[in-house]
């Protein structure tokens, strides 16, 4: 009895350890592309013939220019849910890694960046105590 409860609780961990596993989608297969959430059958299967037809995906916004049905919403979810293309996760995506702390990988930095909410005063006025 003992020795199935270990079973059961090594293969647990084990099956944890590939829900969090990074899919390439310029390697993966369709079973490979299943397996990450937000890609099914179909859109997986599109994937690849995408791939098949024009090459590699060069970066994220080549993959979603190119396979009909993936946004800018859509991308960061499937790479948050695993996905990266060459290896790279989608920017503004939260990538969760096991073991480690939760990350969000950063924006580009050609992009300026608002004034800072600094700039305005942060103290609120004291009502007047002259009479």
């Known amino acids: 009895m003992f020795k199935k409860l270990l079973l059961l609780i090594v293969t647990f961990a ?3 350890g590939f829900a969090f596993a990074e899919v390439d989608v310029n390697k993966a297969d369709q079973a490979a592309l299943d397996g990450i959430k937000g890609i099914g059958p179909a859109k997986s299967k599109m994937i690849i013939e995408e791939r098949s037809k ?21 991308a960061v979810k499937l790479s948050e849910a695993g996905l990266t293309v060459n290896g790279q996760a989608k920017s503004g995506a939260v990538v969760k890694t096991p073991g480690a702390a939760v990350k969000k990988v950063a924006e580009p930095a050609s ?17 007047s105590t002259t009479k």
Request: glycine share 10%.
């Open 14 to 16: 084990a099956s944890m």
């Open 54 to 74: 024009g090459g590699n995906f060069k970066d994220w916004t080549d993959f979603a220019t190119r396979v009909k049905g993936i946004g800018e919403k859509s």
């Open 111 to 127: 992009a300026p960046s608002a004034p800072a909410a600094a700039t305005k005063a942060t103290t609120a006025s004291k009502p």
